[in-house]
């Protein structure tokens, strides 16, 4: 099993910057994409920002020219570097990779990593 762990969240203050970061980790797979999800209370899970196995990226409109993300093919982590920070970008933020191991296709969620934007 390809197992997904985000770390990095916390509390910031309005205007601030924090960096997540998201691992991958198991034998023998690769990784055709990884995504950053966020979740808010009572509200849906919604996708941020995605980045492909050719280095494509792909951000929501309300995080665009704010979040940055990047990716560290050798050790199998993506980061996502968020800026300028908002209230409205408190959230549970999540990772999720998907890809091949043994010939099968694979995905698996991170247990979430929880950032909080307040003053």
């Not at 929501?60 to 982590?77: E, H, L």
């Amino acid at each position: 099993q390809v197992q997904v762990v985000e770390s990095g969240g916390g509390l910031v203050q309005p205007g601030g910057s924090l960096r997540l970061s998201c691992a991958a980790s198991g034998s023998d797979f690769s990784i055709n994409a990884m995504h950053w999800y966020r979740q808010a209370p009572e509200k849906e899970r919604e996708l941020v920002a995605s980045i492909t196995s050719g280095g494509s990226t792909n951000y929501a409109d309300s995080v665009k020219g704010r979040f940055t993300i990047s990716r560290d093919i050798p050790k199998n982590t993506v980061y996502l570097q968020m800026t300028i920070l908002k209230p409205e970008d408190t959230a549970a933020y999540y990772c999720n990779g998907a890809g091949w191991r043994y010939g099968r296709p694979w995905s698996n969620w991170g247990q979430g990593t929880q950032v909080t934007v307040s003053s």
